[in-house]
C-alpha cells in the first residue's frame, strides 16, 4: 500500500510539474516556473531567438550524456530554490552555468572571435580574449539590460491578458487556471 502510494504521488508530482517537458529543447519549458518570464520574453525579443534555444547557450553540447546530467542537476537546483520561493529578483548564473553560457558563445562565434579584422577595431579583443566573459561587454545580448520580476512583464510590448496568457504561460498552468474559475 505504501509503495502504490510513493509511486502515485510520484506520478502526480511528475505530472503537475510538466516534468516530461524538460526532456525538449522548447523554450517554453523554462516557463513552467514564473520566473523565468523576464528571460523568456527577453529572449523572444532578441536576434537570438531564431538561431538558438535556451539549450543551446545554457547547458554543455561537448556530449549528450553531460547535456542531461547538467540539466538535471541545474532543473533540480532551480526546481528547489523554486518549491522553497527563495528566487532572487533578477536571476543570475552561476558559475558553472557561466562557464557553460562562455563555452557555447565562443563554440557559436569562433569565427568572430578569432577574426583578425576584429583586433583592429575592438579594444578589448586586442588582449587575450578568451580571458572575460562574453557578456562583460556584450550584456543586452540575448536577454536585454534589465532582466528582473517586476521590470519586463509587459513591458516590451503590450499585449492584453489573453494574448500574453497564450503566449507566455505554459499549457499546464493556463489549464490549471481555467479549472480554478
Known amino acids: 500500500m505504501l509503495c502504490g502510494l510513493i509511486a502515485g504521488l510520484g506520478f ?5 510539474s510538466n516534468a516530461v517537458s524538460y526532456l525538449s529543447d522548447d523554450p517554453r519549458t ?30 554543455p553540447h561537448n556530449n549528450i550524456a553531460n547535456k542531461y546530467f547538467f540539466k538535471a542537476k541545474d532543473g533540480l537546483y532551480h526546481a528547489t530554490i523554486y518549491t522553497l520561493r527563495m528566487e532572487p529578483q533578477a536571476i543570475k548564473m552561476r558559475e558553472p552555468s557561466e562557464k557553460v553560457v562562455q563555452a557555447n558563445c565562443i563554440r557559436c562565434h569562433a569565427d568572430q572571435v578569432a577574426d583578425a579584422k576584429m583586433l583592429s577595431w575592438v579594444d578589448s579583443h586586442k588582449e587575450d580574449r578568451f580571458a572575460r566573459q562574453c557578456w562583460e561587454c556584450h550584456r543586452e545580448t540575448p536577454h536585454g539590460r ?36
Open 12 to 16: 502526480y508530482i511528475l505530472n503537475v
Open 30 to 59: 523554462c516557463m513552467n516556473c514564473h520566473v523565468m518570464t523576464a528571460e523568456y520574453i527577453t529572449w523572444d525579443h532578441s536576434s537570438h531567438r531564431n538561431v538558438a534555444s535556451c539549450n543551446d547557450c545554457h547547458v
Open 146 to 181: 534589465v532582466r528582473s520580476l517586476s521590470a519586463v512583464e509587459t513591458s516590451i510590448e503590450p499585449l492584453d491578458i489573453k494574448q500574453q496568457q497564450q503566449e507566455f504561460v505554459p499549457d499546464w498552468l493556463s489549464n490549471q487556471m481555467e479549472n480554478n474559475k
